[in-house]
């Protein structure tokens, strides 16, 4: 599942039609890929790394990771991810960007700045963080390093992609938010 929906992704990206708003070959692998996690979960529960390994695991986190359609997969996911990540079962990080994720697509500020999006002034740049002066103390203690580093990364990354800022800010936050909110996110 983590295959095809990077695969996919890295497709779309190259001829740049990734950037154009949810594209619907994305979002069509991103649900496909939530029914299947969300059989998983009921029959086996979190597939933490003892059950089926690092990789599979991460794997399993991405898929939920993505599937930004399903709010009430996200929140059981962020309900196991917990105790998995304090048993060793998951890594803090993932729990750290699975909440950042719900907060951000609920409309709330996010805790550890893992989520990017475009700013007013055209450049890639972390959506609101809450008390933002502790949060490298929080990064840290996932495993991530300062935010001001991340930011940089994320730009430069950006810079060498397809992807430009979108041409209509304001459109863009409002289409965002409706999107959410059809979705179930927001009210």
């Avoid at 390994?53 to 599937?67: T, Y």
């Avoid at 998995?84 to 697509?105: F, P, Q, T, Y």
């Avoid at 990364?153 to 950006?158: C, G, P």
Wanted: proline content about 5%.
């Amino acid at each position: 599942m983590s295959q095809e929906d990077q695969s996919v992704r890295a497709e779309l990206a190259e001829d740049g039609s990734l950037f154009g708003g949810y594209h619907p070959r994305m979002e069509l692998v991103h649900r496909r890929n939530a029914v299947r996690l969300s059989a998983i979960l009921d029959r086996h529960g979190w597939p933490g790394r003892t059950m089926v390994g690092s990789d599979a695991a991460h794997a399993a986190w991405l898929v939920v990771q993505h599937a930004v359609g399903d709010p009430a997969l996200q929140h059981r996911v962020l309900q196991l991810l917990r105790p998995a990540a304090a048993l060793g079962e998951a890594a803090l990080l993932e729990v750290a960007m699975l909440e950042d994720r719900i907060r951000v697509s609920e409309g709330r500020p996010q805790r550890y700045g893992t989520q990017f999006d475009w700013d007013q002034n055209g450049e890639m740049s972390p959506l609101a963080v809450e008390e933002v002066e502790h949060v490298d103390e929080r990064r840290r203690a996932v495993g991530l390093g300062p935010l001001a580093d991340d930011t940089r990364i994320h730009r430069e990354y950006i810079a060498q992609s397809k992807e430009r800022p979108p041409a209509d800010w304001p459109q863009h936050q409002r289409d965002i938010h409706d999107w959410f909110r059809c979705k179930g996110w927001r009210k």
